[in-house]
């Protein structure tokens, strides 16, 4: 059984995401697809991990992404033919302060993976802790947050 993705905007869509941000992918079939995280009755909750598992059941592979805030989009550069596509949302806090929601978007090109910080819902470009605005990370400590092309296979990595 194929995981679902959502490939066309529905009303479902248009309500729970009128006030938060999410991303669209483009597939290497040409084919969109749109988060839709917590869509009653479908499993697993994130739209991501099951992108993942279509991608592998597939064999597609991502090229393109954006981010969206109702009319604001804002294109991830993933540069020429990245061997793989990491999304995560984050969350940065500590007492007596608000939080601070991220998504984090990255790229794969061989064994580095390079990642960038968008502060949601506004999509600002933002610094990671230590002031740069992209950080390289080990593609193997990814986990479901990296969706790679078929074939692709990650090595040990020193960072």
């Known amino acids: 059984m194929s995981a679902f993705i959502s490939t066309q905007e529905d009303s479902w869509l248009r309500d729970h995401f009128e006030h938060q941000t999410r991303w669209i992918v483009e597939l290497s ?8 995280d917590f869509r009653p009755g479908v499993e697993p909750v994130s ?4 992108l993942g598992l279509y991608c592998v059941e597939t064999s597609l592979y991502i090229v393109k992404m954006r981010l969206q805030f ?6 991830i550069n993933l540069g020429h033919d990245p061997d793989g596509v990491f999304f995560c949302k984050s969350i940065v806090g500590s007492l007596g302060t608000k939080n601070v929601h991220a998504y984090l978007t990255g790229r794969l090109h061989g064994q ?6 968008w502060r949601v819902p506004e999509l600002i470009s933002s610094q990671f802790l230590d002031d740069k605005k992209s950080q390289f990370r080990d593609p193997k400590q990814s986990g ?5 092309k078929p074939g692709i296979t990650l090595n040990e990595v020193t960072i």
């Open 29 to 36: 079939n040409g084919i969109s697809v749109i988060q839709d």
């Open 47 to 50: 739209a991501w991990e099951r």
């Open 144 to 148: 479901k947050c990296l969706i790679t």
């Open 70 to 75: 109702r009319s604001h989009t804002v294109p």
């Open 112 to 117: 580095i993976l390079e990642v960038e910080k």
